[in-house]
């Protein structure tokens, strides 16, 4: 089979602005970026504001494994296949972050014949968004430190600074850093450090932003320090949050491109789903509502990490319903999870793959709590035998739902068909959406809520340290705000090293900050970092590219 690039290379792409004439979008509501990009005026939602919203369907998976699960592949074939069976739809997707695309993980623009191009673009620098929030988040760090230089006008504590700068790269030397070394007009010396820039909370305020007055709303109510007396310090109370919305006034625009079957595609915003909450843009979703019919979009990694962020944190903000699930899942990934690992898992094992089922049941079990129908989708792999496939669908069928095979990766939307069909008929039953915890629970009942309900835990444990944040926030006011959990997403516990379902642990979170511009409240559980590192051997060791810009290696 030809690899990613090569059938990304070979597929005919229509031009952008064709993709945008087939939604309805008028030429003075996108602005092309090549032939092949477009961002999409925020003016676009104010003419469809009358129109009816489209079906919105959620994409989420498993917990992941080194087998794969092909959650990005899925959304996009389904997308594909919907239109195939005369449903208009779109896709919309987070942006890739180059951090895990020069590091383990890879590209994130689907694979095979259900991909978002220009894969390359997407993958890189694409049209500057995540350039535009890490400037943003740079500036609001110097003009931090330089408050504190400049005789510290608001009492700063530079031990209370909280925000640390940001680069879209992984990269542990960078984790912790002390600033201000040198002379005296270089600053004021303090202990900090760099995330992902995809960590940012400029990334999440973007993402759940309703338009551009409530983005510049957010911005304000960012809290980068703390002063002395341990009163909050706004980003408002600094004076720059018009500097910030001035680098991010292209940022806001969400970038339309399209799948290799020209399926329109909507991708913006990119925060990690462990350590922030790993959806798209509101904007994107809101967009996507108004041109569709259908509207499919993913949460990262798994469902109890993604799914329940979607659920718990960006459709009580932003207004939303979703009217159906897709939880994917592999024979592969299914059997890691009941023991097997490397090469053994091209051979049927039954036995293995009875063993961790467990782990896809926990996920439909968790899901149904929100009201919302579910459907499975097996992303088959050619080893996958007939009796394999057999057995996760009666087990399925066991628990009430039904499992649809699906082939997009190797055959596009034909191979989508009946999963689309299914979708189809979910959509069509009645649903109670309701998150898993009430909005007026304090904080410590909402994360103990989520470890109980989603994870399974006996119970939640706090550091000294987060007892002291817990308190702290909750004397501030943010008790109403919601819990995002900064968990492994290889379990349901805080050990990435128990897999499949298991019983008899507690969580432990070790530290809480709030993001009062996003809107929720971050808790960081086991030993998940806000700084990912490189691993032995880096993707990028195997990416080139040529005089004609051809490139390799990039998938």
């Known amino acids: 089979m030809r690899t990613d690039a090569q059938i990304a290379r070979g597929t005919r792409l229509e031009p952008i602005s064709a993709i945008a004439q087939s939604l309805g979008i008028e030429a003075d ?29 959620l994409v989420t998976a498993i917990n992941p494994t080194p087998a794969g699960e092909g959650k990005t592949t899925t959304n996009v074939g389904l997308s594909m296949a919907l239109n195939r069976i005369g449903r208009r739809a779109v896709t ?70 909280v925000l640390r700068r940001v680069v879209d790269v992984n990269d542990r030397a960078l984790r912790n850093v002390v600033v201000g070394l040198g002379r005296r007009v270089d600053g004021v010396p303090r202990q900090s450090g760099y995330d992902i820039t995809v960590a940012s909370e400029i990334m999440a305020v973007l993402c759940l932003a309703s338009g551009f007055d409530d983005l510049k709303a957010r911005l304000g109510r ?30 806001v625009k969400p970038n339309l491109v399209q799948t290799t079957e020209n399926t329109p595609a909507i991708i913006h915003g990119g925060p990690f789903a462990n350590i922030a909450h790993g959806c798209n843009s509101v904007l994107a979703l809101r967009m996507g509502l108004k041109l569709a019919d259908y509207t499919i979009t993913e949460a990262g990694f798994g469902a109890d990490l993604g799914a329940e962020k979607f659920l718990d944190i960006v459709c009580p903000s932003a207004g939303l319903v979703p009217d159906a699930i897709v939880l994917v899942a592999t024979v592969r990934a299914l059997e890691f999870n009941g023991g097997v690992q490397g090469a053994a898992l091209d051979a049927e094992d039954l036995g293995a793959l009875d063993a961790g089922m467990v782990n896809l049941e926990q996920h439909l079990d968790n899901l149904a709590k929100f009201g919302v129908p579910v459907v499975v989708a097996v992303n088959e792999f050619p080893t996958d035998t007939a009796a394999e496939l057999d057995l996760v ?42 998150p898993i915890y009430d909005a007026e629970s304090s904080l410590r009942g909402k994360i103990e809520t989520v470890a109980r309900e989603i994870y399974r835990a006996d119970g939640v444990t706090f550091s000294s340290m987060a007892q002291r944040q817990l308190e702290r926030l909750s004397a501030q006011g ?78």
Not at 29 to 57: C, F, I, T
Not at 118 to 140: Q, R, V, W
Not at 405 to 415: I, K, L, M, Q, R
């Open 393 to 434: 669908r009666e087990r399925c069928a066991e628990l009430g739902v039904r499992a649809v095979g699906s082939t997009v990766f190797a055959d596009g939307g034909a191979g989508g068909v009946e999963l689309a069909r299914a979708v189809v008929e979910l959509c069509e039953q009645p649903g109670e959406f309701t």
């Open 92 to 161: 919309t997707l987070r942006e890739p972050s180059m951090g895990p695309c020069f590091g383990l993980k890879g590209g994130a623009a689907g694979g095979g014949r259900a991909q978002v191009l220009p894969m390359e673009d997407i993958n890189l620098h694409f049209t500057g968004d995540m350039h535009a929030i890490g400037a943003a988040h740079n500036l609001l760090a110097a003009i931090v430190d330089n408050s504190i230089h400049q005789g510290n006008p608001l009492d700063i504590d530079p031990q209370r600074v």
């Open 222 to 251: 960012i809290i980068p320090a703390y002063t002395r007396d341990g009163e909050p310090v706004t980003v408002d109370r600094l004076g720059v949050t018009g500097a910030l919305a001035l680098l991010l006034k292209d940022a």
């Open 29 to 57: 509501e996108y602005e092309p970026y090549g032939r092949d990009k477009a961002k999409l005026s925020l003016g676009l939602l104010d003419r469809l504001s009358g129109r009816p919203d489209g079906r919105l369907v």
């Open 478 to 555: 943010f008790d109403e705000l919601p819990v995002c959990l900064a968990k492994t997403q290889y379990s349901f516990s805080d050990d990435p090293g128990l897999l499949g379902a298991p019983r008899g642990f507690t969580i432990t979170v070790r530290e809480l900050s709030v993001r009062a511009g996003a809107g929720f409240v971050v808790g960081l559980t086991g030993d998940v970092l806000t700084m990912p590192g490189l691993p032995s051997r880096p993707a990028a060791l195997d990416m080139d590219i040529d005089a004609d810009g051809r490139i390799t290696g990039l998938s």
